[in-house]
C-alpha cells in the first residue's frame, strides 16, 4: 500500500483546508483510514480515522472543527479542517491499517495571520 497525501499550506485563523490522502497498491486490504499530526516539539497525535462502513473518530482537539470523509472510487481520504486555529500547525500524517500500518508523507499546514 502507498500512501500520497497533499493538500497543506497556509490558512489564517479561522480558514479552512482540505487535505487528501490517496492510496494505490493492495487497497482491498485496509480496514481503517485516517491522520496524525506532529507539532514542532511535539509527539505526534492521533487526529481522526475512518473506517470501511464510513463511522468516524476524532480527538477531541478537532471535534466539531474537522471532518473524515472517503471517496472509494478515488481510494482517496479527506480530512476538512475548519476554524483554524494556531495550535492546529503541524506536519499532518495520513494512515491506513491493513495487515500493518502504512504512513503517507507528511504535508505541512501552517495556521497563522
Known amino acids: 500500500v502507498q500512501l500520497q497525501a497533499s493538500g497543506g499550506g497556509l490558512v489564517q485563523p479561522g480558514g479552512s483546508l482540505r487535505l487528501s490522502c490517496t492510496a494505490s497498491?493492495?487497497?482491498?486490504?485496509?480496514?481503517?483510514m485516517g491522520w496524525y499530526r506532529q507539532a514542532p516539539g511535539k509527539q505526534r497525535e492521533w487526529v481522526a480515522a475512518?473506517?470501511?462502513?464510513?463511522?468516524?473518530t476524532y480527538a477531541d482537539s478537532v471535534k466539531g472543527r474537522f471532518t473524515i470523509s472517503r471517496d472509494n472510487a478515488k481510494n482517496t481520504v479527506y480530512l476538512q479542517m475548519s476554524s483554524a486555529i494556531p495550535e492546529d500547525t503541524a506536519v499532518y500524517y495520513c494512515?491506513?491499517?491493513?495487515?500493518?500500518?502504512?504512513w503517507g508523507q507528511g504535508t505541512q499546514v501552517t495556521v497563522s495571520s
Open positions: 494512515y491506513a491499517n491493513a495487515y500493518v500500518t502504512y
Open positions: 497498491g493492495s487497497i482491498v486490504s485496509i480496514g481503517v
Open positions: 475512518i473506517r470501511r462502513d464510513d463511522s468516524t
